[in-house]
């Protein structure tokens, strides 16, 4: 089965803080990984894609196919960085279906 | 830089009554998806479309729903007979290519009474 799990509902975090945001997946096959960001009011959008490698806003990701893990990593939390985040596989039959986790809300205070 | 777009933002309906929610894609997309959040759930994928038929769709997507491109912008889907359980917020989305970054609307909210 085709799934993505992200445990954390919530995490807090003060500004400057690290953060790691998890996310596990069960897929046979090579997967393609993404994180979608939500910030408040706004649509979803792309934040990055495994495939790229590309660091994003100080955001990172690596794919570890033998922890089936793409956790999502920041060194130090800016406040901006409050959003919902959500891990994605690209699966389905023809490869068009993104399969999300439920999302973590991410909360940086000062 | 190009949105895509989304009406109505809330839809309010009856059970049994049909609704049909409105995209438009970004113009030189070529692929176009539906997809549902149930509040406080994760978003589902429902349907992609390529070349005006259906790409691949999920078991959600059963014989109620519907899309179609009726003209060179629009993509819409239509959910026949509504029920309570489809009350959810209904995001289009459209990439470039099959596997491009897919690009979403803002989504419509779907209440269903």
């Known amino acids: 089965a085709q799934r993505v799990t992200q445990p954390e509902k919530l995490l807090s975090v003060f500004k400057g803080a690290p953060v790691e945001l998890k996310c596990n997946y069960s897929?046979?096959?090579?997967?393609?990984l993404f994180w979608y960001v939500q910030y408040s009011r706004q649509r979803l959008q792309l934040l990055l894609r495994?495939?790229s490698r590309e660091s994003i806003k100080g955001f990172t990701a690596d794919l570890n196919k033998g922890e089936t893990s793409f956790h999502l990593k920041k060194p130090f939390a800016q406040e901006e960085d409050s959003a919902m985040y959500y891990c994605?596989?690209?699966?389905?039959?023809?490869?068009?279906?993104?399969?999300f986790g439920k999302g973590t809300t991410l909360s940086v205070s000062s | 830089e190009p949105e895509v777009t989304q009406t109505p933002s809330h839809q309010v309906t009856q059970m049994g009554q049909e609704v049909i929610l409105r995209c438009v894609p970004i113009?030189?997309?070529?692929?176009f998806y539906w997809y549902r959040q149930i509040l406080g759930q994760k978003v589902e994928f429902l349907v992609s479309?390529?070349?005006?038929?259906?790409?691949?769709k999920s078991e959600i997507f059963d014989d109620q729903f519907s899309v179609e491109r009726p003209d060179g912008s629009n993509f819409t889907l239509k959910i026949r007979s509504t029920k309570l359980e489809d009350s959810a917020m209904y995001f289009c989305?459209?990439?470039?290519?099959?596997?491009?970054?897919?690009?979403f609307g803002p989504g419509t909210r779907l209440t269903v009474t």
């Open positions: 994605a596989l690209s699966g389905g039959q023809a490869g068009t279906a993104l399969i």
């Open positions: 897929y046979s096959g090579s997967p393609e």
């Open positions: 113009s030189n997309h070529l692929y």
């Open positions: 989305a459209s990439s470039e290519d099959r596997y491009y970054e897919q690009y």
């Open positions: 495994h495939i």
């Open positions: 479309f390529y070349n005006n038929e259906i790409s691949e």
